[in-house]
């Protein structure tokens, strides 16, 4: 494992601008894990990196791949915000920044107070989650505005309570999301997640301004479990509790084995939608690694 990680990083950080062969190297690496053969392992991933708010998914990721038991994983300076120091011969995780190679993290378990002051760890780092349920709603309607330079309409239907929303693709080569009106902000939110990563997963094609590839000879069991795990990944990294969760967990206990997945797809969709809700977005000029 650690040859092919040193494989993935030296084909990641290279100057050479071959986007496929970085997502194929991601792929090959998840591919041939021998923690990942079954849907289980893939949901208890999916966890981990909901553990890690600070990391990007993709980052989150990479963490795993090194340590799975890994719990606060933060960088030498921000340590010390917290009074606490890298202890000598500590082994570093290794993940990607932008404009820049690779930066070098460090567990807690690998850190000892300063000169025996006493903590100052926030709760936030400890228990990322704790209160759940409640999403601003600037965040959905910052990403429904951002979705909109990306030739993705957003909009509100009255539809049967069963029915959450949809996407489909429209004319003047734009994507529309249609979202039950009927609904409170957290489930609007999940449904837009939902249908963005139909999008973004390359489910429906391409359009002009995509970054994004087609991927739309998937079967619809594969969409369907890259989309619920992207829905995953966003909302609960926001504190919300969706039926992603659940419909990941029947999965897993009806299907021993993963469906055909790109978990690098799944990484990257999980980024850029939670890039979405923030002030200052900026559309994607192309595709490949995002970090």
């Known amino acids: 494992m650690a040859e092919q990680l040193s494989l993935f990083f030296k084909e990641t950080t290279s100057t050479i601008d071959n986007k496929e062969e970085k997502v194929k190297a991601l792929d090959e690496l998840f591919a041939q894990s021998a923690r990942y053969q079954n849907s289980a392992e893939f949901l208890a991933l999916l966890e981990f990196i909901n553990r890690f708010p600070g990391l990007s998914p993709y980052n989150a990721f990479l963490v795993n791949m090194q340590d799975s038991a890994a719990s606060i994983v933060l960088s030498p300076h921000r340590w010390k915000k917290y009074g606490r120091q890298v202890k000598p011969y500590a082994r570093p995780f290794i993940i990607l920044v932008p404009f820049g190679p690779v930066e070098f993290v460090y567990d807690i378990s690998d850190t000892e107070p300063i000169n025996g002051e006493e903590d100052n760890i926030p709760q936030e780092l400890t228990n990322p989650y704790e209160t759940k349920g409640y999403l601003d709603p600037s965040i959905f309607h910052t990403t429904c505005h951002n979705a909109d330079k990306e030739g993705i309409t957003c909009g509100d239907y009255k539809m049967q309570r069963a029915s959450a929303g949809y996407v489909m693709t429209q004319a003047q080569d734009r994507f529309l999301i249609n979202i039950n009106t009927e609904y409170e902000i ?79 797809t799944i990484l990257t969709v999980s980024n850029h939608i939670e890039k979405m809700g923030l002030k200052g977005f900026k559309v994607k000029g192309g595709a490949g690694v995002k970090i």
């Not at 973004?200 to 479990?225: A, D, V």
């Not at 039926?243 to 990941?248: A, E, M």
């Open 186 to 264: 957290n489930e609007k939110y999940s449904t837009l997640v939902h249908e963005l990563a139909h999008v973004y997963c390359g489910h429906l094609g391409r359009n002009k301004k995509s970054w994004w590839e087609s991927r739309k000879n998937l079967s619809n069991e594969s969409k369907e479990f890259e989309a619920e795990s992207v829905s995953f990944l966003v909302c609960k990294r926001h504190g919300l509790t969706t039926t992603s969760h659940q419909y990941l967990s029947d999965y897993v206990t009806k299907n021993a084995t993963l469906p055909a997945i790109s978990i690098e």
